[in-house]
Each structure stands twice: as C-alpha cells, then as structure tokens.
C-alpha cells in the first residue's frame, strides 16, 4: 500500500492502471520517438551534422601533415599579443585545412571563404583541447591520437574566436585561436 | 507461502521479484551497448594515411 | 552475530543495531564531505564571478577538482551507502548481512576518499574529476578512488545480501516496498558504474606508476563515462526513491501503481547507464549509431521512466491530499500540502526543480546534434548543478530532516530556521543552474579561469549578457552556499546539542512487516481510485516546456555554421 511497505495486492501486477496514467505512458512513448527520430531525421535532412571522419594518428604525423599545409599555403604572418609570429592560413577553396591543438595555443590563424565548403582536420599534440567556436558557438573535442575531419561551411564573415573549452593545465585560458572569414 | 501458490504470478512481476537476475541484466546491457560496442568502434578507427 | 532491533516510537520504524550505526557513520562522513565539497565551492564560485576571480589559476584548478570529487563522488556516495542500508535492513526488518563486510566498505570509503584528497591538495594531481589521459595525476589520486569504489561495490553486495537474508528469514511477504526496489536499482547501476571504473581506472594507476606506456585518450573518454555519468545516475534512482519515501512517511502518499513505477525502474536497470554517452557527442571516433543510440538511452526508455515517475510520485500526493478531504479545485491538494515541514518541501522542490531544469536540459543536452552548441560550455555544469544537487542534494537534505529524529534520536535545532532552509537552498541553487545554462548557451566556457584570456595571442571579448549571467551565478552561489552551510549547521547542529528523543523498546528478534489482510486490501481497494486532474495539469506543463525548448535548441542548431 505504501511505498514503504510490500504492495498489498499479491498479484499487483494484475491491478489494474487508471486511464490518466495510460494516457501520460503513451505521450511520454510518443515524445520519445518522437526525438529518437529527430536525430536521424537530421542526419538525413538537417544541415548540421558533426563529422564521423576520424582516424588514428600520432602527433609526430599530425605535426608532419599540418606544417606541410601551411607552409604552401601561407599568406602573411601576424603578431600575437605576446609578441609570436603566428602564420595566415588560406585554406584553398573547398580544400583541406589542419589546425594543430597545443599547450597553449591553436596553430596556426586560419583564413576561410564564406558559402565554401572546408575540410577542416583536428588534433591535439598533447592533452584533450576543445575546439570552441565563438561566437558562431560550435564545439568539438579534440583528442591526442585522433585525427577528426569536420565538413565546415562558414555563414558568417569575420573574425572569430577558438577557445579552448577542454581543461589542459595552467595556461588553458590563455589557448585562443583565430579564423577570418572573408 | 507453498510453492504452487506461485503459479498465478505474471510473468513480469516474478522478473521484478527477481533481484539477482536484475543485476544481471543491468550489467550486460550498457556493457554490450555501451562499451563493448563503444569499445568496437574505437578499434575500427582507420589510420591515418 | 548477535544483535538488537529497536522500533522507533515515533515513526514505528526498525533499526538494526549494525544498520543503525553504519547508517549513522555513513551519514556522518557524507556531511563532512559535503562540508568540505562546500568549502572548495566558494573558491570555485569566487573565482568564476568576473567581479572577484578570487584565487589564481594553479589553486582554482585544484579547488576545482576537489569540488567536483567531494560532490560528485565522496558526499553523495557515503550517503547512498545510508540509503541502501536504509532500504535493505530497515524497511524490510531485518538484520543486515555481513555487518563486517559493511564496516570494511565504511574504512575503504574513508582511506580512499581522504587519499584521493590529500593527492589533489598536494597540488600535482589538478587533473579535474574527469581525469583524462594523458594528463597524469599523482598515482594515489587513482589508488585513492578505486579503493573508494571497490568499498561502494562491497557496500552494494552487502544490500544484495541483505535483501536475500529478509527473504530467508521471511520478515516480509510478496514483493519489496518500492522504495526498496528504487534503492536496488541504484545498486545495480552502481555495481556496472563501478565495475567499469575499475576497468578503466587500474591500467591508469599502472599508467602513473610507469608499468604501462600510454593509454589510448579515447578509449579513456569512453569507458571512464561509464563511471563518470553513471555514477551519477545511481543518484537519480536514489533521489527518485527517496520522492516515494517522503509523501509516504508524511502524507501517508502510496504508489498510484505498483506495476507502473516498479516498470518505469526497470527502465532504469536497463538504460539509465547508456547516458553516459551524452559526454562523447561531439568526439571522434565513435559512428553516429552508437551515439545517437546510447545518447537516446535506447530509444529514450529512460526519458519515459523519468517522465513516469514524474507523474506517479505528484500523482501519489494528490491522491493522498484528495483522501485527506483536500478535494477543491485542481490545486487545494497541492496549496494545502505540508510546505512547513522541510522534509516534504525539499522533496517537492527537488521534484520540481529536477524536472523542469535537470531532466530537460539533460535530453537537449544530450540530442547528438544539438550537444555541439554546449558541450564543454558552462551549460553542462548548469545542468548537472540541476539534477545532482537540486535533484539529488537536496533529496537527501530533505530525507534527513526525517533521518535525525528517527535514526539519530534528536530533535531538530531551531525549527524555523529548518522550514526555510530547502526553499533557499532549493530556489537559490535552481536560478544559479538557470543562468549557468544561460551563459553556456552563450558559449561561456567550463572550466576556465579566466574569461579575459589574459596572456592570450589574442583577445576575444564575450558578449555583456554573458558576463551578467557569470555575475549572476556568482551571487546566487553565494546564497545557495550560505543555504548549504545552513542544513549542515542545523544537522550537526542537532545531533550535538539537539533534545534527545525516546530510543524505543529494544528486542533481540526482529518483528515482521505484518502481512496485508485480504480483508485489508479489500477495503483499500474500494477507496483506491481518486483522479489526480491537478497532476495532470502539472505535467502537461512540463511536456509544453519540454517540446518547445527542445525545438528551439534546433531553431539554434540550424542558424550555425553549415557542418557534415
């Protein structure tokens, strides 16, 4: 009888159920498939979906890959506000950009196209970074030993923040990054 | 309670009576879901070329 | 061994010399913890409060992970402990199994959780509660937590054990009260939670001790999430049992349906556990299936056993007001409802509080999808802020305000000051999760010392409603903090200087739960059918909330830049 004791009924299994609570089971079903098909209907139809092109690599081949690509596609260099030479990246048109996660920092400054499509390659060189677009707000993880590959396809022009939203020692606050959109 | 007197209980009822077979499937099954599939996915991560 | 059992003249409950005193050592070393797990919250929240950023950055990292260890772990499992032996040798009135076994998970618990805490104050182990690979804490942070868990998993076995020794010695008949049943499925998600930290958090150990070369950071994140979320989905079946336990004790509340909500807990010990995949969303190397799969916890059963009990457990209340007389309208139940009794005002703010803010930014949270606008963002703390302490802190607040008396055997301090206290704790902890969400929809990152990214090659400024909300969380921490600080001054409080009450008469044999009559449940059975139109209106609120924040979050999703 109380839910502090042992039901009353010996076949409470057999009781029977008011229709409210019917009803309440059966929206709460409905509601459930409702966003379990929600997600594949995006995958399908939805136009942002995150990438599950992923591959196994090593810093020391990440490194090799991404400095091969900015040094043929470099612009121009800029300096941080510490005083760092930081390269200007232009990814060519629906091409292929690396960016390399690091203690602390997001290498190199990437230039990107409005309307064009990227292949845009992550991967941390030491801990877990997190790659936090602002203020467009897309966040992904990044990971030691994994390689991801994120279809991207800016909306909006400008220049744009990516903060690192992952935990990775002391100076994470300072890990910020940069992407223009032209 | 004589054994036979059992024989009218619903089958789900007697599965909710049942608690060690509860532990059972509550372990095997985020343990199949979750990470052995999980596990699967991770090993069939191709390299990188 | 020999042992005593002692019936509380008050509530009528049975306790168990053995139970009783692991109960109250439990409980005991829970609130120390939460003590403690307080205290690193003003560093946290002090630090976050743009105004103040109190501490620099080494201290507020390692504050940080002690915060979330104390909380999410020592505090709320020591309690759990309390519960299980709770739901086993109390409800059930027997002796509990192995008393020695529990005084093993007792010591383990305390050697492990002081380990892993003096390894995270000597500074080299700010690693966070997560822990990730390759970051590498001292290697008696990870021998701390595992003994810690390994004295959990003895705790849950010595609950599977006594379950067993009442069905033997037939101090019960039929099936197990509900909350007992809500307590075993947290044991059950609690035995998976711990056995999958042990797979992932030995071969750390070895890793830190130089034994093992390098563990694979992806293969960390996943199975570590399968003790990381799951352990705190042992919280939610403990909470959720704990809103069965309280209507009933103080209302006289009794389950709308056995079938129902023992169903809805069986959903629970099949699914619950899949959530931990809302944390690898937005990773790689996990195939869109088993996200949106384990992210759905199957097809989100466990949504359903949520939404369930979130219409049995008011359900139950209003039927118990309506027999009461309370029949008015569709809410004289619920306004005449006893809000000066803190046990039962905390549980229905941690009903309330769970259901609208935790459990649905929980779902959205975790839509595969829409998880890229938040993860890693301040939203995630805001939700869990919701669910785990909102939820489950105050849950277990509210349950001892009934726990001193009858367990304890003193009389709350200062009544007053206990009427109050889980509205403040309650309200002001649901806005400061409220306004995390809020700057984590704004982008605002967890975890992070510094928002003006000082020493940064660039500068980045977030937007003022952003900072406003950072402020707000600032303040209303501080008052959510002033309302913790409260309960643990009234609860230690009263069992230091509080009236000592009547034990009650000690027998050496345990008294049965007496059988239910069939003349009994004959004559409940005409009475037993009271519609609950007021619980109807409550959820359906719910549901409104639910399916337009749900779509709005898409209406975001979809104003984002184009990925594939």
């Known amino acids: 009888m109380s839910a502090i004791l042992p039901p009353s009924e010996r076949l409470w299994w057999k009781e029977p159920i008011a229709k409210t609570e019917w009803m309440w089971i059966a929206i709460a079903f409905v509601w459930g498939m409702i966003m379990f098909v929600m997600m594949i209907y995006w995958h399908i ?13 090593t810093p020391e081949a990440y490194a090799a890959k991404a400095e091969k690509f900015i040094a043929e596609n470099t612009v121009r260099n800029e300096t941080g506000l510490d005083g760092n030479e930081i390269p200007v990246v232009k990814v060519p048109n629906g091409g292929e950009g690396y960016l390399i996660a690091r203690l602390w920092n997001w290498y190199p400054i990437l230039e990107l196209e409005k309307g064009q499509e990227y292949k845009i390659h992550l991967s941390s060189m030491d801990y877990n970074h997190g790659f936090s677009l602002q203020p467009v707000n897309i ?24 903060v690192c939203n992952e935990f990775c020692g002391i100076g994470h606050h300072s890990m910020l990054g940069r992407i223009y959109v032209k | 309670m004589a054994d036979n007197d059992n024989d009218d ?14 532990v059972v499937i509550g372990v095997v099954s985020p343990t199949v879901l979750y990470t052995l599939w999980g596990i699967v996915d991770i090993m069939n991560t191709p390299l990188a070329k | 061994m020999a042992t005593t059992y002692r019936t509380c003249p008050a509530s009528g409950l049975q ?34 409060w743009p105004a103040f950023k109190l501490l620099p950055p080494d201290q507020f990292y390692t504050i940080l992970t002690a915060h979330g260890v104390d909380m999410l772990l020592c505090w709320i499992i020591f309690f759990e402990m309390a519960v299980l032996y709770f739901a086993s040798s109390v409800l059930l009135r027997c002796r509990l199994a192995t008393p020695k076994w529990g005084w093993v998970q007792f010591w383990l618990m305390v050697v492990g959780s002081v380990m892993t805490n003096v390894a995270i104050f000597q500074g080299e182990s700010s690693v966070m509660f997560t822990s990730y ?64 930290g042990a797979g992932i958090l030995l071969p750390t150990l070895a890793w830190s001790l130089g034994l093992i070369k390098e563990i694979d950071a992806q293969l960390y994140r996943m199975v570590w999430w399968g003790l990381g979320h799951s352990s705190q989905q042992i919280n939610v079946s403990a909470h959720v049992a704990i809103w069965y336990l309280i209507p009933a004790v103080v209302i006289g509340a009794k389950p709308l349906s056995e079938k129902v909500s023992r169903g809805a807990f069986l959903m629970y010990i099949l699914f619950l556990q899949l959530a931990s995949a809302h944390h690898l969303l937005s990773d790689p190397g996990m195939s869109a299936e088993w996200k949106v799969l384990n992210t759905s916890y ?3 059963f466990a949504v359903m056993a949520s939404m369930i009990h979130g219409f049995t457990v008011p359900g139950a209340i209003e039927a118990a007001q309506r027999r009461k007389g309370f029949t008015n309208g569709l809410f004289e139940w619920l306004r005449k409802a006893p809000w000066g009794n803190p046990a039962f005002a905390g549980m229905f703010i941690s009903l309330v509080s769970f259901g609208f ?28 802020h919701t669910t785990v302490v909102t939820g489950t802190t105050l849950a277990f607040m509210a349950v001892t305000y009934l726990l001193v008396p009858t367990l304890f055997k003193r009389e709350m301090i200062h009544p007053k000051l206990c009427q109050i ?30 928002m003006a990214f000082s020493g940064a090659p660039f500068q980045y400024e977030w937007p003022g409603a952003a900072m406003l909300m950072m402020g707000m969380t600032g303040f209303f921490g501080m008052v959510t903090i002033v309302g913790g600080a409260l309960w643990i001054y009234l609860v230690v409080g009263s069992l230091l200087w509080g009236k000592k009450l009547e034990g009650g008469a000690v027998s050496d044999k345990p008294t049965p739960i007496p059988a239910a009559t069939p003349a009994a449940s004959a004559s409940h059975h005409g009475s037993d059918h009271v519609g609950v139109p007021g619980t109807v209106v409550l959820v359906m609120a719910l549901l409104v909330s639910f399916v337009l924040y749900y779509f709005v979050n898409w209406k975001y999703l979809s104003e984002v830049w184009l990925l594939s």
């Open chain 3, 357 to 384: 803010l935790g459990g649905i930014s929980g779902v959205v949270l975790g839509t595969e999808q829409i998880n890229m606008l938040m993860h890693n963002t301040f939203y995630v703390p805001g939700h869990f």
């Open chain 1, 139 to 162: 966040n992904i993880q990044v990971v030691p030993g994994y390689e991801h590959v994120v279809k991207m396809t800016p909306t909006s022009s400008g220049t744009f923040a990516i």
């Open chain 3, 133 to 196: 690979v390759p970051m590498m804490a001292a290697p008696h942070f990870y021998l701390g937590l595992i003994l810690f868990a390994v004295g959990a998993l003895i705790g849950c076995f010595v609950f599977l054990g006594t379950l067993v020794v009442a069905k033997k010695d037939k101090t019960y008949t039929g099936s197990i009260p509900m909350v007992t049943f809500g307590a075993l499925t947290a044991c059950i998600i609690a035995i998976f939670t711990i056995l999958t």
């Open chain 2, 9 to 22: 209980v619903p089958f789900m009822q007697k599965l909710l009576d049942n608690h060690f077979l509860l």
């Open chain 3, 15 to 48: 306790f168990e010399a053995h139970a009783e005193k692991l109960m109250k050592w439990n409980a005991v070393a829970a609130v120390l913890w939460l003590l403690v797990g307080g205290i690193t919250a003003i560093g946290v929240i002090m630090t976050r």
């Open chain 3, 298 to 300: 199957f097809m989100y």
């Open chain 3, 421 to 450: 206290q889980p509205y403040l704790f309650g309200i002001a902890m649901s806005i400061t999760g409220l306004v995390m969400m809020g700057a984590g929809t704004l982008g605002v990152s967890r975890r992070h010392w510094d």
């Open chain 1, 45 to 57: 139809y939805g136009k942002q979906n995150l990438s599950n092109e992923a591959y196994k690599t």
